[in-house]
């Protein structure tokens, strides 16, 4: 998007045979319309003559709504700056003010004028099983996703459901729940995981796309490197508890009430890939592990799947991306030693991986 | 000859709803609620280990965050009989206020606000007048000609852009909109302090809870330890965050949202304070316990229904009779073991999915066959309104204070009978005294739970954290009163597993289908008698199925009288 040649209103309106005293004239009919002095269809006219502000669709498909709430608490920028001076919401359920057909016509009149411009945003998995168990105006999401992705820009799967599927998609998924990137082949499309994601990482990536008018880099799992490449384990401010063997038992006992490493009672930070642990949560006032919670990996694939939550799971991917921990021949979930050791060994496993990657 | 309209999707609610209306001499005659997607989370639950439940239900609504995780906890204690500590339940009860703080004033400003305010109009307005209403209206500060003009010229800076984002193809100089361009920027105005301000509340989650949305909870108890010798705990920090924030939203409360919510009360009072009353009756389970969640009596919000909207009388309500709560799938695309007519109490519940609906794409639904993924609850076969209304009026009925007060001042000051608490603006109202409430308490929480650290830090009861001591066969319910109504998990425990789970939520009484004797629910019931100024733009629909606050994807849809269900058109 570095070079966008995207046309602004005046340019559109001169490219269809225009004329500028046309084009003054519907500015001046516009002001009239919305009650504005007659100075303003000069403002008017500046403002469609400058460049537009970047349309975003955000669709809501199998979901909870909650990507949507985290992104309204986004600190900086705030949403207000973001909704009226970055970028132009053009669809979403949650907060447009009309409904029906006139909502219908928000999304096509977008989809429409800034054909192969468009930002396309994904909230919630889509169902295959049957496409009847999510529908829209009558449309099925999946024939509601294939229609707003073919003229967009690049699509940007919010959260679990849109990146894997989450909760709806955990054994035995009953609706047949699918990832965007399953259903959509033939655009780009940035995951941005977590159950929801984190506000500010919802904010970075947008700003990162209008600032610098390109992609975020991404890992093979099509993550943004700048949110997604470090562990919650390496990152976290409990970690020293963890390398000196000092574990919480059981909520709330002595060890809780220090503080300790939640290693024990099941956290999956040694296994999720986050920002919880640097950005933290609604403007870095704590994260799960700080209010004494383990991490339950909401930004990775699967995680329902890799319950119970409170033990800790021998076949979980424990140790990063490339070996479970029973593949490399240890034990976890036995003695804490053990599981230290494991930890140890494949992190070098991983360091070394990363170093041959680089390379 | 009746006029039949479509509206898909309801916007500015969760999830995905469909209602179809058929419109005679301006006036609704028929309508239907459909909900329109599935994910079968009761079926993805089974089987599961029960202290890992709340996780899982906790993601069936990202808005009303928490709910159903604190319910879901309620029932596998309840199934242990487990009694968590005092401290425990004031911090639950801190973060349940939070939940209603956050979600009433996002509702009533970012998803219902719309249907009184026209955000163009308010470009008409005087900043100085705006300014001088302003001031009479509360001593919230922000409110000078220079912050009126401000906002005004950042609107109009969107409008002249032409690129009018979420406020593109609203329903704008519709003569159904009453408030003066004044009012109307001095609405937009606090819709946009509002968005600032709820990111903030929310932060009490964090800090006892990790996040928000989706804040931790633990069977037996929470999961943040107290210390007040400890960095790594909750501590007179901590504590002071979230005291600053209670005093906040309470502030945000008294001077900006009630005050807004008597001005747009007092210009539309006449016309929607006498119709969308729908069903009359009235179900509350109560919340906010003070001496445990056994304690009924200590709820702040007393438990009971209301029959045929006689005040008079509080009815009991007991959801683990198999007589009372029943499930029907009549008219929902589901199947029972026991045929389509059969009625399940949740215990014995059933979730397969079964659509017998069109193929999408398509035009309509038959109404005539099952046409909705909610199921349809009823109270010894009666349809109930759940939700705020449903709280005030319980409590009015039941003499509770200061329930009964607030609200008789409030219809003094309205200038209004009680008969218009039964109405689409009677549940805007109810929503907003309640929150006023809701903050008072909140500090009282705040009060009791630094009283009781003085002498307890406990959080947890760790008699039965570990399976072990668990008996083979276990059942469980959880009551509570989630921001849009009534809200029940029911748990079966089996082995260590979870047998059944079944919830019965406050949107599925709402906007259920009709049942097998063509009962309608509340939805459809409300929007019965609601005049419709032009049935191209769905403005009133918008304004009874938004004072519910729905929290589903629904859509809804016209009808012709031979019974074939056309897409927005004309039948003349």
């Known amino acids: ?359 | 000859m009746a006029e039949k309209i479509v509206v898909d999707p309801i916007t500015r609610i969760e999830g995905h709803l469909r209602i179809e209306a058929e419109i005679e001499n301006g006036k609704i005659k028929e309508a239907f609620s459909s909900g329109t997607m599935v994910r079968g989370i009761e079926t993805i639950v089974r089987d599961r280990d029960p202290r890992d439940v709340w996780a899982f239900v906790g993601r069936i609504c990202g808005v009303c965050t928490s709910m159903h995780s604190l319910t879901s906890v309620r029932a596998v204690e309840n199934a242990f009989n487990i009694t968590i500590p005092k401290n425990a339940e004031l911090v639950r009860n801190l973060m349940e206020c939070t939940v209603y703080l956050h979600d009433h004033v996002v509702h009533f400003y970012h998803l219902h606000a719309l249907d009184w305010v026209d955000v163009l109009s308010s470009l008409k307005a005087d900043p100085a007048a705006a300014s001088a209403a302003a001031q009479k209206l509360s001593n919230w500060p922000n409110s000078s000609k220079g912050y009126f003009s401000d906002i005004q010229t950042r609107i109009k800076k969107v409008v002249e852009s032409g690129q009018l984002g979420i406020f593109a193809n609203g329903y704008w100089g519709h003569p159904a909109y009453k408030l003066t361009p004044e009012q109307n920027l001095i609405a937009v105005a606090h819709y946009l302090e509002a968005l600032e301000w709820q990111r903030n509340v929310v932060k009490i989650h964090t800090i006892f809870g990790g996040k928000n949305p989706h804040p931790n909870y633990i069977v037996g108890g929470m999961p943040a330890s107290i210390n007040l010798d400890e960095a790594n705990a909750i501590n007179s920090e901590r504590l002071a965050f979230v005291k600053k924030l209670l005093d906040e939203a309470k502030t945000f409360v008294d001077q900006v949202y009630i005050p807004d919510l008597l001005m747009i009360g007092g210009v539309y009072k006449n016309d929607w304070g006498k119709i969308g009353g729908g069903v009359s009756n009235y179900l509350s389970y109560g919340d906010f316990p003070t001496e445990g969640y056994n304690d009924v009596d200590s709820y702040k919000m007393p438990r009971g229904i209301i029959l045929d909207r006689d005040l008079s009388k509080v009815h009991p309500v007991d959801a683990n009779s198999p007589e009372e709560i029943k499930e029907y799938i009549y008219r929902s695309w589901y199947k029972y073991s026991a045929g389509d007519k059969a009625g399940l109490h949740p215990y014995n519940g059933e979730t397969e999915l079964n659509y017998t609906g069109p193929k999408p794409p398509y035009k309509n639904l038959d109404f005539n066959d099952k046409y909705s993924w909610v199921k349809t609850p009823r109270w010894k076969d009666l349809p109930m309104e759940v939700g705020p209304l449903s709280r005030m009026l319980v409590a009015y009925a039941a003499g509770a204070e200061p329930q009964k007060t607030l609200i008789n001042n409030t219809l003094k000051a309205l200038d209004l009978p009680a008969e218009a608490l039964f109405s689409t603006i009677g549940r805007t109202a109810a929503r907003g005294l309640e929150t006023k409430l809701v903050a008072d308490w909140a500090l009282e929480f705040y009060d009791d739970l630094i009283k009781n650290i003085e002498s307890d830090s406990r959080m947890v009861d760790h008699k039965l954290w570990s399976g072990e001591k668990w008996p083979k066969q276990a059942q469980g319910v959880g009551l509570s009163e989630a921001p849009r109504g009534a809200l029940a998990h029911f748990v079966k425990i089996e082995n260590r597993r979870v047998k059944n789970y079944q919830m019965v939520v406050p949107t599925t009484w709402n906007a259920s289908p009709r049942d097998e004797k063509g009962n309608l629910s509340a939805f459809e019931s409300a929007l019965i008698g609601t005049p419709v100024h032009d049935p191209k733009i769905p403005l009133e629909i918008l304004r009874t199925i938004h004072s519910f606050d729905p929290c589903l994807a629904c859509a809804v849809h016209l009808y012709d009288e031979k019974g074939s269900y056309v897409h927005r058109m004309d039948t003349f």
């Open chain 1, 1 to 359: 998007m570095t070079n966008r040649k995207k046309l602004t209103v005046y340019e559109e309106c001169l490219k269809k045979g225009v004329s500028r005293r046309d084009f003054l004239r519907f500015c001046a009919a516009t002001a009239t319309i919305f009650g504005l002095k007659a100075s303003a269809a000069a403002q008017i006219a500046e403002a469609l003559e400058k460049k537009s502000r970047i349309p975003i669709i955000w669709l809501h498909l199998q979901e909870c709504t909650c990507c949507s709430e985290s992104f309204i608490r986004t600190s900086h920028p705030i949403l207000s700056t973001l909704l009226f001076d970055q970028v132009s919401l053009d669809y979403t359920e949650t907060l447009m003010a009309p409904a029906g057909e006139q909502a219908e016509k928000s999304k096509h009149d977008t989809m429409e004028k800034y054909k192969g411009e468009y930002l396309l945003m994904v909230e919630g998995s889509i169902p295959v099983k049957n496409e009847a168990y999510c529908c829209i105006n009558g449309k099925s999401a999946k024939q509601i996703i294939e229609e707003a992705a073919e003229n967009a820009k690049a699509v940007i799967a919010w959260g679990n459901c849109a990146s894997s599927g989450c909760v709806q998609a955990a054994n035995p998924n009953p609706t047949g729940a699918k990832p965007v990137h399953k259903i959509i082949k033939r655009k780009p499309v940035i995951n941005v995981p977590g159950c929801p994601p984190i506000a500010e990482v919802m904010a970075g990536v947008c700003v990162h796309l209008l600032t610098f008018g390109r992609i975020p880099q991404l890992d093979s799992l099509r993550r943004p490197k700048a949110f997604y490449s470090r562990r919650v384990h390496d990152t976290c401010y409990r970690r020293a508890n963890f390398d000196a063997g000092l574990f919480v038992k059981s909520f709330d006992d002595e060890n809780a009430k220090r503080g300790y490493c939640l290693y024990e009672m099941g956290c999956r930070g040694p296994s999720t890939y986050n920002s919880c642990g640097i950005i933290k949560w609604n403007e870095g006032v704590s994260y799960p592990i700080q209010s004494g919670h383990p991490c339950l990996g909401c930004s990775e694939d699967g995680f329902w799947d890799n319950s119970p939550f409170y033990e800790r799971n021998p076949t979980l991917n424990a140790y990063g991306i490339e070996a479970t921990a029973d593949q490399i021949g240890l034990a976890i979930g036995a003695a804490t030693a053990a599981g230290i050791a494991a930890h140890a060994v494949t992190t070098n496993i991983r360091k070394k991986k990363l170093i041959k990657n680089e390379e």
